[in-house]
């Protein structure tokens, strides 16, 4: 019995991720399919755009066969935290004899080079940073840009991602093999499409504009059923503009510089801001700099917003990002995986919320509390947004399908 393990989040789930998995099967001959998901928020600061019931479901009818969720503290994290939760939690679940992961390049054996030199950072590559930042971009790119120029090191988000899978795989010793697909669709942050392939970004654009005709080409048909069978709405950061104002106008000096990810200078920036209520889209683009990102910015609103310390980062972090495991569905058929999960898991595994409780420690009760809160004030702006009651974490079931 042979499983992969793919790290994403599916937001939302599109005929790339269907292609992906797809050749993660030919590749590696895999019996199952195990996807690490993120939940109710994502890596660049927002809310997912669909509720991760409802991920869960379009994976599964898509082709994985079981979704284990990436708690809030690996999701609205940096690039190299959230693949440190998403290999440590694989590795502890202790059944994945593979991780799959999708790259521009698909070269593995670049990415393992690159990923090797990525971590020493040569006095030339230093200077062409210092360079780059002179012209006004931010230092993550110029870092990126600074790297590609003195040896290939390529600057596109997913192979950056892909080295920080195969640090990750390095640093929690993970006995599984890495492979690498090719990605199809036009780029991380094209609004166009190829085919039948887009990127989730344009997917995104395209649900805000309501282009049908684009989406049916892009989206496969187990997403506009599982969309029908959850009935949840497309959430927008703009359905939490009411949160972050409130929350940041209420929190001290000294809450904002203890938020998870917060920069002392743009702590003092919010403060100073305070009682400037705006979109949180707005602020977002206001509070930017080129030290402090877009994304970094909005990752540090999301976690003010969501109350996540530092202080909760670090415990996570000390119980290696993988505390619990927790499963929000799976298919019939990988009932042998699961019956192995249960032999090999090396921290709980959870199936039903209200377990957690006899099965956690006191520090990891407390985080998956919090994971808790933050998929509970998810649930809130779908229900005031539809106006219908929805399942909360205690009542809702896994999918299984």
């Known amino acids: 019995m042979k499983s992969t393990g793919i790290i994403a989040e599916f937001n939302p789930f599109h005929n790339g991720h269907l292609y992906h998995l797809e050749e993660t099967r030919k590749l590696t001959g895999s019996d199952f399919l195990?996807?690490?998901?993120?939940?109710?928020?994502t890596q660049r600061g927002?809310?997912?755009?669909?509720?991760?019931?409802?991920?869960?479901?379009?994976?599964?009818?898509?082709?994985?066969?079981l979704v284990i969720e990436m708690p809030v503290f690996g999701t609205l994290a940096a690039a190299a935290d959230f693949a440190d939760c998403g290999v440590s939690l694989l590795a502890a679940a202790g059944?994945?004899?593979?991780?799959?992961?999708?790259?521009?390049?698909?070269?593995?054996a670049m990415l393992k080079e690159q990923a090797v030199r990525a971590q020493e950072e040569t006095a030339g590559q230093s200077d062409l940073i210092k360079k780059a930042l002179r012209t006004g971009i931010s230092w993550p790119k110029a870092r990126a840009m600074a790297y590609e120029d003195s040896g290939g090191l390529s600057a596109s988000p997913n192979d950056i991602l892909g080295m920080e899978y195969l640090r990750a795989l390095n640093k929690y010793h993970a006995p599984m093999t890495p492979v690498t697909v090719k990605r199809t669709d036009p780029g991380y942050h094209s609004d166009k499409r190829s085919g039948s392939f887009a990127s989730a970004f344009a997917i995104r654009q395209a649900?805000?504009?309501?282009?049908?005709?684009?989406?049916?080409?892009?989206l496969p048909e187990a997403h506009f059923y599982a969309l029908k069978e959850e009935g949840c709405p497309e959430i927008r950061i703009s359905d939490f503009d009411f949160l972050y104002n409130y929350r940041l106008y209420s929190m001290s000096p000294d809450e904002l510089f203890h938020t998870a990810g917060m920069p002392e200078a743009l702590a003092r920036r919010i403060d100073n801001s305070r009682l400037c209520f705006d979109s949180a889209k707005n602020r977002i683009q206001t509070l930017k700099s080129r030290q402090d990102t877009y994304t970094?910015?909005?990752?540090?609103?999301?976690?003010?917003?969501l109350g996540i310390t530092k202080e909760d980062q670090e415990s996570f972090k000390t119980l290696q990002s993988a505390p619990w495991i927790r499963i929000l569905g799976f298919r019939r058929q990988a009932t042998p995986l699961l019956a192995e999960?249960?032999?090999?898991?090396?921290?709980?595994?959870?199936?039903?919320?209200?377990?957690?409780?006899?099965?956690?420690?006191?520090k990891a009760l407390r985080l998956f509390e919090k994971n808790l809160q933050a998929s509970e004030l998810y649930r809130m702006a779908c229900e005031q947004k539809t106006g219908r009651p929805m399942k909360n974490e205690y009542t809702r079931s896994l999918i299984i399908l």
């Open 341 to 362: 999960l249960k032999k090999r898991a090396q921290v709980p595994v959870i199936t039903k919320t209200a377990d957690a409780k006899n099965l956690l420690s006191e």
């Open 46 to 65: 927002f809310p997912a755009v669909y509720r991760k019931y409802m991920r869960t479901r379009s994976a599964l009818l898509s082709g994985a066969d």
């Open 207 to 218: 649900l805000e504009k309501k282009d049908e005709r684009f989406l049916s080409d892009v």
């Open 95 to 108: 059944i994945a004899d593979f991780l799959s992961f999708g790259s521009e390049c698909g070269d593995l």
């Open 296 to 305: 970094k910015v909005s990752r540090c609103l999301a976690n003010a917003a």
């Open 34 to 41: 195990i996807a690490v998901m993120s939940g109710d928020f």
